[in-house]
């Protein structure tokens, strides 16, 4: 996918007669799925998202934090995601999309207001799915448990004073021949939709958390290059999320090798995020404070517990089977070849670049 290069303004917004056109376009969900009360109850240490009729839950701190980083006005919001509406029904007709306020506000804030962007954004997103149906196709929590069970991932239960939640990923804990790979990305994927609910996430962002103690050879060249750049590009490109740092821990020598497989794909400015901290606790605690770190990791705030929020997915699979097991949200829609991710099959420069980088992670091992 083709990042914009130079951002456009917004478009000013030209009052339309949404509702009308809404309804000549029948196939399109204006609402999104219903959430679970009741395990938003037995979860209540991590937010809610926003009411089905769309009504702000940020602070006025968060609203002020969102008026500086994000372009976001109060008194223009409602006026704002009307307009981005608009554009979807005008210029995708087909698209099967949900049309809420509260979903099309994840990518407007996400790109700063500007509707051109959140608009490619959101048809980013949706063709991740059609690119990738390993990832996508029946996508809910309890065809990750496996995943979930071996401990790869968990968000720690209390976000850090910029108020945004980390999300702590043990790829170690995975080995080539327990599940394919692929699953790893589903479970991360499903904790992204999960995370970027709430509000407060789509303004302060997340931060991520990678201890790579027990990765060896052959969890480094397993992914390969092909597939590194198909997650980059979902998370760099198809998803609505702000990933504000991503720290590394515990990193072994073979890291120089996977890290050469994934930096060709990002941007300038995600690389400049990724903080490698080796083994010194000290300055991983000088980035993500102890108060809110396990103590596996230094912190004070209590054993490393992997199962609240694979509870929590789990209790959430309702929600997950009405947004991802329905038909292609994209059948019908024509996208340009910018949009669509690129090499699907993957080409001889792509095998001869894994098998240069497979011969750097041999030296360095």
Request: charged share 25%; proline share 8%; net charge neutral.
């Amino acid at each position: 996918m083709k990042p914009t290069v130079a951002r456009k303004q917004p478009r000013k917004h030209e009052a339309s007669p949404s509702h009308s056109m809404a309804d000549q376009h029948e196939s399109i969900d204006l609402g999104g799925p219903t959430v679970d009360s009741s395990a938003a109850a037995r979860h209540s240490w991590f937010p809610s998202p926003p009411p089905p009729i769309y009504s702000c839950t940020l602070t006025p701190e968060l609203v002020a934090k969102a008026r500086e980083e994000l372009q976001e006005k109060p008194e223009w919001r409602l006026r704002d995601v009307q307009a981005l509406r608009d554009m979807i029904l005008k210029e995708q007709p087909n698209l099967r999309t949900r049309l809420d306020d509260a979903f099309l506000l994840r990518f407007l804030r996400a790109r700063k207001f500007d509707y051109d962007r959140a608009l490619q954004l959101l048809l980013n997103y949706h063709a991740g799915r059609k690119a990738w149906p390993e990832v996508f196709q029946d996508l809910k929590p309890s065809t990750v448990k496996h995943v979930l069970d071996l401990g790869f991932l968990t968000v720690l239960p209390r976000p850090d004073p910029n108020g945004r939640y980390i999300l702590c990923l043990r790829p170690g804990k995975w080995k080539p021949n327990d599940y394919p790979f692929v699953d790893n990305v589903r479970a991360i994927y499903l904790t992204l939709e999960k995370l970027i609910q709430p509000e407060e996430t789509q303004v302060n962002g997340i931060v991520i958390l990678a201890d790579y103690t027990g990765v060896g050879m052959s969890q480094a060249s397993n992914p390969g290059p092909f597939l590194a750049k198909k997650v980059v590009s979902i998370l760099q490109d198809g998803f609505p999320i702000r990933i504000k740092a991503v720290n590394i821990i515990n990193e072994p020598r073979i890291f120089k090798g996977i890290f050469a497989i994934i930096k060709p794909f990002l941007k300038e400015k995600m690389a400049e995020r990724y903080i490698l901290h080796g083994s010194d606790l000290r300055s991983l605690h000088r980035n993500i404070p102890r108060s809110v770190l396990p103590e596996e990791y230094g912190g004070t705030a209590g054993q490393l517990d992997m199962s609240a929020w694979s509870r929590l997915l789990l209790d959430c699979e309702e929600e997950f089977v009405v947004e991802f097991c329905q038909p292609d949200p994209l059948e019908g829609v024509v996208l340009p070849e910018s949009m669509l991710f690129e090499g699907e099959q993957a080409s001889g420069h792509d095998d001869d670049t894994f098998r240069g980088l497979r011969s750097q992670l041999y030296y360095c091992y």
